[in-house]
């Protein structure tokens, strides 16, 4: 299987600020990035969908100005979560599709925690 | 889109063997049928992928019926470590640029000693 790596896996920050989550896929050139979060005890709701060198594609509710994505390379995408609140903590999952076949890989999670 | 149905929870016995079913009515012709496990604080893992009829790797099989309007993931004699959240993903993902892959609620497995 990938390898999909995810940095940091936990981070805490302030109401306010801003932080970024790295989604890097280690063992090939993913053309296609998901980005999906996750409540405690509930499934993974997508939120964008990333393609590389272009913009990505959000869900519908999910705020593009607050997540920002950006996929500037084959093997990584960032979400930065922008004046960020306590409501926006959660489990951020990426996951990558490597533009042919018909698996997509899962990265560890990052736990963000706004206080 | 392809939506999925499974039990919320099933409980099972170290040693038993488990089935659980994901019902998948409008699936497309080109669609295939995964299945991925997740542990607490963890990414959801690649256990077993299926067309059609049977696939079976080192962890598990996987039984579709012809129609292919659901899917069952057979794990063989289940151990404590088993216990997670099994979900079935259905999808196209040669069209990963469009598609949007939706996770249904998931299973919760509870293997007992």
């Known amino acids: 299987g990938a390898v999909v790596s995810q940095h940091p896996s936990r981070v805490i920050c302030k109401s306010g600020t801003s932080v970024k989550i790295e989604c890097r896929s280690l063992d090939f050139q993913a053309t296609t990035m998901f980005w999906y979060r996750q409540f405690p005890k509930k499934s993974l709701m997508l939120m964008a969908t990333?393609?590389?060198?272009?913009?990505?594609?959000?869900e519908q509710g999910v705020e593009k100005d607050k997540f920002l994505i950006n996929h500037a390379s084959l093997t990584l995408s960032t979400l930065t979560v922008t004046s960020a609140h306590p409501e926006d903590s959660s489990f951020y999952i990426c996951?990558?599709?490597?533009?042919?076949?018909?698996?997509?890989?899962f990265g560890e999670g990052s736990w963000l925690t706004v206080v | 889109l392809a939506k999925t149905t499974q039990p919320i929870s099933m409980d099972s016995y170290e040693g038993q063997e488990v089935n659980i079913t994901c019902s998948h009515n409008?699936?497309?012709?080109?669609?295939?049928i995964t299945w991925y496990q997740q542990f607490p604080s963890q990414g959801p893992r690649f256990i077993i992928q299926g067309y059609k009829t049977k696939v079976t790797n080192e962890v598990a099989s996987l039984f579709i019926p012809a129609d292919r309007k659901s899917s069952t993931l057979s794990l063989p004699r289940v151990s404590l470590s088993d216990t997670a959240v099994y979900y079935c993903l259905v999808g196209d993902m040669s069209r990963a640029r469009t598609y949007k892959y939706i996770f249904g609620t998931g299973t919760r497995l509870k293997v007992l000693a």
């Open positions: 996951s990558v599709h490597r533009g042919s076949g018909n698996t997509i890989y």
């Open positions: 409008n699936i497309a012709t080109n669609d295939y």
């Open positions: 990333s393609n590389e060198g272009s913009k990505a594609t959000y």
